[in-house]
């Protein structure tokens, strides 16, 4: 790249993260919209927990099995097209909720969404991975990963108040035109580094593209997905995702039918109540990204500096089973902010993502490893819809706890080293980032 190409790259970079961080915001509040609807919407459809479960399971349905074709698109298609895509395409789904009555549409819809937004995470970390050098990579991950917590944390009052408004109908139709409106944003004001770079040196076009055709057809390349899963030290992250994602889908899903039907708080008191564990994980997401970039850059190791923020926020998850002894909505809210905190400290398991990868396969790689993670959110709900199906929450809280220790033991005992794995001696494995 050019040193002017390189100059427009660096003044960019944050302004791209802003638009990650915005899309992702949108992605999560069409993720959690239904959990806000659920009581309104369960009531007049007359819907059963167990029905429900199903329901908050759906998305995940299609987005975890979507994950390993959503990278290869990923990985094969300019993100400029895609992105945009995929947000008008599960905005629309979002939209469509708010028009049908059905157990079967409502599931239908949210198969959609999963489906469209299967490429997205995949998506954002191919953008930081391309913008930002290994030393800050943690850093801006946990900068638009936090758009899932603090998002979510003032959009939760605000999505309660539109439904006391328009009613649950109305949520999802706002939700989806809010998107659709954000996708064209997206379309106008993003563009890949290579963007930058031949529209600054066009000489250099016709080399780029070749380069960038040769990736692209090595992509489409399926033994990639079984040379993702023949690494063990690929193993411990995918698993301790999966586990992170036991926490965050009770919060995304049962979190508000919880303070309503077993807290006995009002619909206006769960959205406040509601936020504050959001706020809490929001700090923890930024501080185990911010904390660990600078860990790395005073020399510690990737072993130090990228594993404890993670271990030690899947060990303070487990704390959500401390609910079960309160009974003060104080007391309850103070165990799960500190477990949600937990959570959004470990949030930053993506940065694995890129130095585990062989450089050529960040985006199979991510998807395999939004795969597994995504499989939480389809046999959590569920879960929890049995065990909760008479009103108490105490099994799915020590399930929730249970996952979150698994989560340690597998970075404990499976990760091991922080290195670019070698797959079958097919990709150059470059040494991680060491200052």
């Known amino acids: 790249m050019t040193t002017q190409a390189v100059g427009r790259s660096r003044q960019g970079k944050y302004s791209i993260?802003?638009?990650i961080f915005i899309s992702v915001v949108i992605n999560y509040m069409d993720r959690a919209n239904i959990s806000v609807a659920a009581s309104a919407l369960s009531s007049e459809l007359e819907l059963s927990k167990v029905q429900m479960g199903y329901i908050f399971s759906a998305f995940a349905w299609t987005y975890s099995f979507m994950q390993i074709p959503g990278g290869i698109l990923v990985d094969s298609i300019k993100t400029?097209?895609?992105?945009?895509?995929?947000?008008?395409a599960w905005s629309v789904a979002t939209l469509i909720q708010g028009l049908v009555s059905s157990l079967a549409a409502i599931i239908g819809c949210r198969m959609a969404i999963g489906l469209f937004e299967a490429p997205s995470y995949p998506a954002n970390n191919k953008i930081v991975t391309h913008w930002f050098p290994p030393e800050e990579r943690a850093s801006a991950i946990a900068v638009y990963t936090s758009g899932q917590f603090i998002g979510l944390a003032f959009l939760l009052p605000v999505l309660t108040l539109i439904?006391?408004?328009f009613g649950w109908r109305g949520l999802f139709i706002i939700s989806g035109l809010i998107g659709i409106v954000w996708a064209v944003f997206w379309y106008i004001l993003y563009r890949d580094p290579q963007d930058l770079e031949q529209s600054t040196s066009p000489e250099n076009s016709q080399n780029n593209s070749q380069a960038n055709s040769v990736v692209e057809q090595d992509a489409f390349d399926w033994s990639k997905v079984?040379?993702?899963f023949s690494s063990r030290k690929l193993w411990g992250v995918y698993i301790s995702q999966f586990c992170l994602g036991g926490t965050f889908i009770f919060f995304l899903t049962w979190f508000p039918s919880y303070l309503e039907e077993t807290r006995g708080l009002s619909l206006s008191s769960t959205g406040l109540v509601a936020s504050i564990p959001f706020i809490a994980a929001f700090f923890g997401?930024?501080?185990?990204?911010?904390?660990?970039?600078?860990?790395?850059?005073?020399?510690?190791?990737n072993e130090f500096a990228r594993k404890a923020p993670v271990i030690t926020g899947l060990a303070l998850s487990s704390c959500i089973v401390g609910a079960n002894y309160v009974d003060t909505t104080t007391g309850v809210t103070l165990f799960l902010s500190i477990?949600?905190?937990?959570?959004?400290?470990?949030?930053?398991?993506?940065?694995?993502?890129?130095?585990l990868a062989p450089k050529n396969m960040v985006g199979v790689v991510g998807g395999c490893f939004n795969f597994i993670g995504g499989l939480s959110a389809v046999i959590v709900p569920i879960a929890i819809g049995y065990l909760a199906k008479d009103g108490d929450f105490k099994p799915a809280l020590a399930l929730i706890a249970g996952l979150a220790m698994l989560g340690v033991c597998s970075y404990l005992f499976l990760v091991g080293k922080i290195e670019t794995v070698d797959l079958g001696g097919r990709q150059q494995v470059n040494k991680p980032s060491q200052p």
């Not at 501080?287 to 005073?298: H, K, M, P």
């Not at 477990?339 to 130095?355: D, K, R, T, Y």
């Open 17 to 19: 993260l802003t638009l």
């Open 80 to 88: 400029r097209i895609l992105y945009p895509f995929i947000l008008v």
């Open 163 to 165: 439904q006391s408004a």
């Open 226 to 228: 079984l040379l993702a």
């Open 285 to 301: 997401v930024l501080l185990s990204g911010f904390a660990s970039d600078a860990l790395v850059r005073r020399g510690f190791s």
């Open 339 to 355: 477990a949600f905190f937990g959570n959004g400290l470990a949030s930053i398991n993506w940065v694995f993502v890129s130095l």
